[in-house]
Structure formats: C-alpha cells, structure tokens
C-alpha cells in the first residue's frame, strides 16, 4: 500500500477503535510478503541451507531493498527494473540460484549462472560476490557499494558489445564482442553500463 493509503487506514483504525467498533480487515502487503517470506524460507532449506545462513541471505537481501529499492523474487534474488541480483549464500563464493545443483564455492558456477542474452557485473573479481544480470539496452546504474573491484561476463548475443560510462554517463570503456569477460575488472570508475 502507498503511505497516504496506510495514513487513511490506520487514522479510520484508530477512529473506529475510538469509538468501540471493529476496524474491518484487509489483506496487506505485509502479509503477503510474510507469505513469500515463507515460500523463499522453505526454498532455502530445501537446498540445504542452514538456519544461520537463511538468516544472514535473508538479512542482505533486506539490506539491498532498503537501498535499492527491487523486489524479492527468490530467498537470495531481487528483481530490480531490467534485470535482477542474485547474493550469494553466506560461506560461499559465487552466485548461484538454490537449488539449481551449482557449487557455490566453484569458480564454474559464475559462467554457468550468467544467462545467454546477459551482461552479468559480479561484485568482486574472479565472478565472486553478489551477480547483477542486465540484458535490456538502455543505460543501468551499477548498485550501490560496487566502488572498487569487480568483475563481468559478456554473455550476450554475436558481436554484442557492454558499454560503460562514469557519473556524468561519459564512455569510458567497451567490452570485446560477447563472450567475452574480464576476472579482474575495476568497478570503480564505474556508475553505468549499457548491455549493448
């Protein structure tokens, strides 16, 4: 619900309490993100992630809604406009979708794990870290706390090129034609990256 809609609700709440009747029930937006809450709770542990590590996912994903803003769409994957992050699970290395059979702690995953038709950013270098998928062609902002470090895949189409621009969106650097990669990239001068 938007925050007027909640002010009106809980001010018509309180008039009614005030008066001894009832307040009428709605479905919330709570409520149903404690459903999805659970569903991506019942994810986890069927990957076998323990309740430690389901805690402190679920603590960096709420991390980077709060920032970012996006949309939990998996225990350890937001959706964001034009793309998504997966985080990775805590004691592994690389990004991954649970229960996909991909060691997190391979350095195998990090290709497997960048869809074709994706420019994938990683948060540290080697493809570790926390994985920003981006396909859509317009001019995406790196998330927040990328400011050094770093790595990316290009795992687009042909001769797809990935285009990266500073905080006035100057050009500053064009990947090599899809696939292409780099394991040690500098995300630092970075705010901006046009898939293609």
Known sequence: MRLR?????????ALLAATGIAAPTFASDSGRAANGTAAFRAEAVR???S???ISGLQQKVDAFIAESGGKQIAANKVAVEGGS???TVPGEKYARALNSGL??????????????????GY???????????????????????WNSGGSWINNQSGDTRARMYN???SLIYTTPPAYSSDADGDWGPVWYVRPC
């Open 85 to 87: 992050v997966t985080f």
């Open 5 to 13: 809609t909640h002010i009106a609700v809980a001010a018509g709440a």
């Open 123 to 145: 948060k540290g270098s080697n493809f570790t870290g926390e994985q920003w998928n981006r396909s859509s062609c317009v001019l995406h902002e790196i998330p927040d706390g």
């Open 51 to 53: 309740a430690q590590q």
């Open 103 to 120: 060691n997190g702690n391979s350095p195998a995953t990090a290709a497997a794990s960048c869809p074709y038709y994706y420019f994938c």
């Open 167 to 169: 905080k006035s969106k």
């Open 47 to 49: 990957d076998g992630l």
